[in-house]
Structure formats: structure tokens, C-alpha cells
């Protein structure tokens, strides 16, 4: 049932409905090859296909890890820099892949979490860290810029002084300040981390999941269009999931007193 690539390792919790993407090159930090920029493209197209024959939503939420001790990502493979830094040989970056994916990607973040490997967690839809990790933007120290959109978003979230901060030093910041700044949704203590983490996504995934893909489309179009613009369809949404089956169970269970079962439809 879980599925093996090069370079991620994929499991699927049939459960819950939760995926989980592990990038796996631990001895390199899980830097960014185009091998793992690929697998992860191809990591979550195999998880989406779950909901082909699923009656409603089957996938509810993905987890994207990095495998062994160290390291979410350190990075761009500083080794093959040249062919790969705008991507692998997708046409559509996993960045862009992870950003309009309907389901929501939550980065489950242990150590280093640095330069395209920050800017991969920062295309997720969350953030939530252990203690001890730790986050920057190294490419400045190498004589460029981070090249997916780093600064721009830092800045949406932290602001400029922040983003310019990060990306001008270099210097690696702890997982306290990135959750002061708002750049990571929620910090653990290490030893309650992967509980934590669990709690939240088993929470997110029995949500009505078609109202989650609708509040990931308006919070990214919150992102990238004026106020008129996102309220205009914001209610478009609203009408749509008025009409879905999830919402009827929702008003039911409510008048019911009952915990309601959404199915995705
Ligand atoms: N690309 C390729 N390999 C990387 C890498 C990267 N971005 N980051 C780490 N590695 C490799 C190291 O070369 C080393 O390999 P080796 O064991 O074959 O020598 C291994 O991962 C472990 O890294 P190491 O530097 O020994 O660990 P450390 O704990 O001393 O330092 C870092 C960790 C993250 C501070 C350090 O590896 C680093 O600065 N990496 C580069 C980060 C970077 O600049 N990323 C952005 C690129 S644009």
C-alpha cells in the first residue's frame, strides 16, 4: 500500500486520511536534488490518486518530513546547483505543486530547515516545528539570493526587516524566534513533538474537507489579490459549499448533539 521512490518514502493512513511525504537523503541533509524535487511532485500525485475512487475526499491532510536526526532540508544541493535550482525535470516546480495541491500540506519540521528546504516549508500550508531546529536563508553565503520566492514570503509573514534580516545574514535563527515572527505556526518541545503534530493533523483531516480546500484556495488568494477581490470570492465559495452534503451533516450533528461525519461531498 505505501509506495517507495528514489529519494521519499510515502505512507498512507487509510484511517485517518492522512499521507505522509518523507524526504529520505539524510546523509546529505535531505538537500534538494532533482531527484527529490521530483519524488516529492511524484509522492503527492500518488497520494492524490486516492480520491479517485473514493466516495467523497479520501486524502485529508499530508505530513512532509525529512528523514533521520538532523535535517528537514538543508537546502539546494549545493553539489548540482547549476541544472537544478529553479527545479527538477517537472515543468511545474514542487513548490508550485505543494501550493496548489487542494489537500493541505502541513511541514513537520526536526533541525535544519535552510535556504530551498525553508522556502519548501514555507509553500506549505503550515509549519510546526520541534525545539531545537532551526531556520535560514545560507544562499547569501554562496553569493545568491533565495531562488523560490524566500524573501517575498518571509516577508508576508514576518515583514521586511525580518526577510532582509534572514536573507542578508545568513545566520540561522531558532524555531522560538521563527514562531515569535510567524514564520512557523507552532514550536514543540522535542520529547511531546511528534504527538503534537499528530494531534493536529488527525484534527485537521476529520474536518469537512471540502470546506478545508476552500479556506486553503481563499487564504491564498488572500495572499495574491486585493481585499474586493478575495471577499468577491470568498462568497462564491461560501454559496458553493452551502449546497455540499458536509454542510447538511454538520447542521444535523449540531441540532443532534452528535460529533458530525464528513465525507467530502
Ligand atoms: N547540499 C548538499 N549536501 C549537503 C547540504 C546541501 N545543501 N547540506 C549539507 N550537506 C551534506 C554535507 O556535505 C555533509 O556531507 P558529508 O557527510 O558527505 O560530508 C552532510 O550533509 C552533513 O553535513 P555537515 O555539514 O557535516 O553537518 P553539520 O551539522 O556540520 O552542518 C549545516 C549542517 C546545515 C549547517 C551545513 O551542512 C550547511 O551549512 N549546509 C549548507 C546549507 C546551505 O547553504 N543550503 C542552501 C544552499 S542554497
Known sequence: MDHSFD???VEYDDERGVGTITMNRPDALNALNGQLRDDIIAGLESLEERNEDADGV????????????????????????????AGGTSARSHYDVIRDF????????????????????????????????TFGFPEVNLGILPG??????????????????????GKHI???????????THVHAADEFDEAVDEFVTDLAGQAPL??????????????SGLEEGLAYD???????????????GAAAFAEDRDPEFEGK
Open 174 to 184: 531558532s524555531a522560538e524566534r521563527a514562531g515569535e515572527e510567524g514564520i512557523v
Open 148 to 169: 523560490a520566492g524566500g524573501v517575498q514570503y518571509v516577508e508576508k509573514l514576518a515583514g521586511p526587516a525580518v526577510a532582509k534580516e534572514l536573507a542578508m545574514t
Open 102 to 133: 487542494p489537500t493541505p500540506v502541513i511541514a513537520k519540521i526536526d533541525g535544519y530547515c535552510l535556504g530551498g528546504g525553508l522556502e519548501t516549508a514555507l509553500a506549505c500550508d503550515f509549519r510546526l516545528a520541534s525545539e531545537g531546529s
Open 58 to 85: 479520501a486524502l485529508r491532510a499530508v505530513v512532509l518530513e525529512g528523514a533521520g536526526e538532523k535535517a528537514f532540508c538543508a537546502g539546494a544541493d549545493i553539489g548540482g546547483f547549476s541544472d537544478e535550482s
Open 211 to 224: 470546506a478545508i480546500q476552500g479556506i486553503k484556495k481563499s487564504a491564498d488568494m488572500a495572499v495574491h
Open 235 to 249: 462568497s462564491s465559495l461560501f454559496q458553493e459549499l452551502l449546497k455540499t452534503e458536509d454542510h447538511a451533516e
Open 7 to 9: 529519494t521519499v518514502l
